[in-house]
């Protein structure tokens, strides 16, 4: 661009027109450069797109064909899966009991939350697993059901697998969740027959209410089993201490410490009371009598056979001579110990007989019940697969990988 600066008059210009002529220049510049072309960018990537000579095949192998794979799979060929649905849920029974305390075998005032969580954790695995799949095989033609040819080749499974493919392949044609806030057990079978899905689905209701009963029965055995041995355990401690009391009574010759100790006492004030009688009968003969008298030596005879008699009662109590074996006072602390011990054990075995009777009663009757919520019906229709969201997933899933793609190859070559 070529800018003449003139002045009018033909006369020199001076500084400061020859800078206002500058700037007025580079407005004209600046002015003329915003109509450039703003369309370069979009012309320079069309051009590379066309330049490009694997983005057709790209297009082709990864849009064009997944997508009219899956159109024709899901449109025309998968088969078509009818859902049965079912819940249920573990409920307690009225007036259950639950397992024993550690204080109170066998006693309970009804079957605790964690255990219906539990057991109901319990049955949602057990409709997944291997002996599931084993005891519906024995009650209807599982693998017949899944391998017909009628069955697309995808969906089908072959007959000839072992049991741990049918165990996988169970899995992806039935499947449980639990809700948590109810607790409650959601259940939904997969078949390509209506009247198969609905069949399939009363077997596996079946089968685990079977368990669930297994469940409530083995515990309520194995409490009453526990309750049994607890008791057969508090009586033969009850039975140890009283044949020690026995062995200790036969070995001291008493049947009672504290008795036998109270019958001594009542003897020696006895024979303290007569003595203190015939000392007052001797004080008052000896002022009568001669002490060489008959009567005087046989009341002096008298007295001396009751002191010997009562040294000899109160040594047997309080001596601690090893030789005797008589001796009440080191019998007694054992009679003692044997005796309070016989009382703990007397009342544990009742509290223990107590609980057994409980455990009995729990034992003879439902602690908790399989419950259906929702029976299963038969399905009018097939809900599975869905045909069109999966063909718009693999469609959407394609563009996604072939614009990945372009952006690759803009950016690499």
Not at 172 to 191: C, F, N, Q, W, Y
Not at 193 to 209: C, G, I, R
Not at 305 to 320: A, F, G, H, V
Request: glycine share 4%.
């Amino acid at each position: 661009m070529t800018v003449e600066i003139r002045n009018p008059q033909g006369q020199a210009l001076t500084t400061a027109d020859r800078s206002n002529a500058v700037a007025e220049s580079l407005k004209q510049m600046a002015r003329a450069s915003r109509f450039a072309d703003r369309n370069k960018g979009i012309r320079s990537y069309q051009s590379h797109v066309r330049s490009d000579p694997l983005l057709l095949p790209l297009f082709v192998l990864l849009c064009l064909v997944p997508t009219l794979v899956g159109a024709l799979y899901f449109g025309l060929i998968a088969s078509d899966r009818y859902v049965t649905e079912a819940r249920f849920a573990i409920r307690p029974a009225i007036g259950g009991a639950e397992k024993a305390s550690s204080d109170e075998v066998g006693a309970g005032n009804g079957v605790p939350k964690a255990m219906i969580a539990q057991d109901t954790i319990i049955t949602s695995n057990y409709i997944e697993s291997r002996p599931m799949i084993e005891t519906i095989e024995g009650m209807m033609p599982l693998r017949e059901m899944f391998s017909r040819d009628s069955i697309d080749w995808l969906s089908r499974f072959k007959a000839d697998k072992p049991i741990e493919k049918l165990v996988k392949y169970w899995r992806d044609r039935v499947k449980t969740s639990i809700e948590t806030s109810s607790g409650i057990v959601v259940l939904t079978v997969e078949a390509f027959d209506p009247h198969e899905s609905l069949a399939l689905t009363q077997a596996v209701m079946k089968e685990s209410e079977r368990k669930v009963n297994e469940l409530s029965q083995k515990l309520r055995n194995d409490g009453l089993a526990e309750s049994k041995r607890e008791l057969v355990h508090a009586e033969e401690r009850m039975n140890k201490v009283r044949f020690a009391m026995r062995d200790l009574r036969n070995r001291e010759g008493m049947l009672d410490a504290s008795k036998t100790n109270e019958a001594n006492l009542k003897i020696i004030g006895e024979l303290r009371k007569a003595r203190i009688e015939l000392q007052v009968q001797l004080t008052m003969s000896l002022r009568d009598l001669a002490p060489e008298t008959r009567r005087i030596q046989d009341m002096k005879a008298q007295i001396a056979n009751l002191d010997e008699n009562i040294t000899r009662i109160e040594r047997e109590t309080t001596s601690l001579d090893p030789e005797k074996r008589k001796v009440i006072s080191a019998a007694m602390s054992q009679f003692e110990a044997y005796e309070n011990e016989r009382m703990d054990a007397e009342k544990y075995f009742s509290k223990v007989l107590s609980a057994n009777e409980r455990a009995r009663i729990v034992a003879a009757r439902q602690i908790e019940f399989f419950s259906t919520v929702v029976e299963p019906v038969l399905a009018e229709s097939a809900t599975q697969p869905r045909r069109m969201l999966m063909i718009a997933l693999i469609a959407a899933g394609s563009l996604a990988a072939f614009a990945l793609a372009v952006i690759f190859r803009k950016y690499t070559t």
